[in-house]
């Protein structure tokens, strides 16, 4: 059965750090990029950020650069997400997707796609 399981979330304070994971299950996540999503409430899902597959490009959106860090170790069939210097706005639900196409900013894009887990900021 193909599966892809976030954890790792949590309640942060400002400026706290966290890391996401991403096992997958039922297929080689070698074979495909990894990205995080995340939707706040009341909002669209944005794109945050994605590494590819063996070559590990990774990529991030602005709002996030310089404080979270994409990476993977396929050995173990898992992507991760390490967040540091927490806002108040990195707080929603994050998604990892998986796809086969490479890295893409676009939900449409990716095959599989984990339940989520919900990170919270406080001030």
């Known amino acids: 059965q193909v599966q892809l399981v976030e954890s790792g979330g949590g309640l942060v304070q400002v400026g706290g750090s966290l890391r996401l994971s991403c096992a997958a299950s039922?297929?080689?996540?070698?074979?495909?990029?990894i990205g995080w999503f995340r939707q706040a409430p009341g909002t669209e899902r944005e794109w945050v950020s994605c590494?590819?597959?063996?070559?590990?490009?990774?990529f991030y959106a602005d709002s996030v650069k310089g404080r979270f860090t994409i990476s993977r170790d396929n050995a173990v069939n898992t992507g991760y997400l390490q967040i540091v210097a927490a806002k108040p706005e990195d707080t929603a639900v994050y998604y990892c997707?998986?796809?086969?196409?490479?890295?893409?900013?676009?939900?449409?894009?990716?095959?599989?796609w984990g339940r989520g887990t919900q990170v919270t900021v406080s001030s």
């Open positions: 997707g998986a796809s086969q196409n490479g890295c893409y900013w676009v939900e449409s894009e990716y095959d599989y």
């Open positions: 039922g297929f080689t996540l070698k074979d495909y990029a």
């Open positions: 590494v590819s597959g063996s070559e590990s490009n990774t």
